[in-house]
C-alpha cells in the first residue's frame, strides 16, 4: 500500500522558519504532481503549492516569496522550506502526491499524508 507521511511541523516564533518533509513509501512506480495543503481552524483546506516531476512549481498568492517547494525524486520524498511564518499560517499542513502503484497500472490516483501541525505565535 501507498503511504505519505509528514514530519518537520512545530511551534515557531513569527519571523521563524520551518522545514516540512514528507516521503512517500509502499508500492510506487511514479509519482507526478506532488503538493502541500493546509487547513486552519474554521477554514477550508486550501492549496499552498504543487510541484512537477520536472521541478515546475506553483504557490499561493499568500505564500509567494516564503515559500518554497522542492522534490527529490529519487527518495520520494517533497519537502516545503517555510521562511518568514506568520501566525495566519497556522494550520494542519498536509502532503499530496499523484501516484502510479506499478509500470502496468493504467492510470494514477492523488495520495494524502495525515498531516503535520505548524503553529506561528506572535
Known amino acids: 500500500q501507498v503511504q505519505l507521511v509528514e514530519s518537520g511541523g512545530d511551534l515557531v516564533q513569527a519571523g521563524g522558519s520551518l522545514r516540512l518533509s514528507c516521503a512517500a513509501s509502499?508500492?510506487?512506480?511514479?509519482?507526478?504532481?506532488m503538493g502541500w495543503y493546509r487547513q486552519a481552524p474554521g477554514k477550508q483546506r486550501e492549496l499552498v503549492a504543487t510541484i512537477t516531476t520536472d521541478g515546475s512549481t506553483n504557490y499561493a498568492d499568500s505564500v509567494k516569496g516564503r515559500f518554497t517547494i522542492s522534490r527529490d525524486n529519487a527518495k520520494n520524498t517533497e519537502y516545503l522550506q517555510m521562511n518568514s511564518l506568520k501566525p495566519e499560517d497556522t494550520a494542519v499542513y498536509y502532503c499530496?502526491?499523484?501516484?502510479?502503484?506499478?509500470?502496468?497500472?493504467?492510470?494514477?490516483?492523488?495520495?494524502w499524508g495525515q498531516g503535520t501541525q505548524v503553529t506561528v505565535s506572535s
Open positions: 509502499g508500492s510506487i512506480f511514479s509519482i507526478n504532481v
Open positions: 499530496n502526491a499523484n501516484i502510479r502503484s506499478g509500470r502496468w497500472s493504467i492510470s494514477s490516483r492523488d495520495y
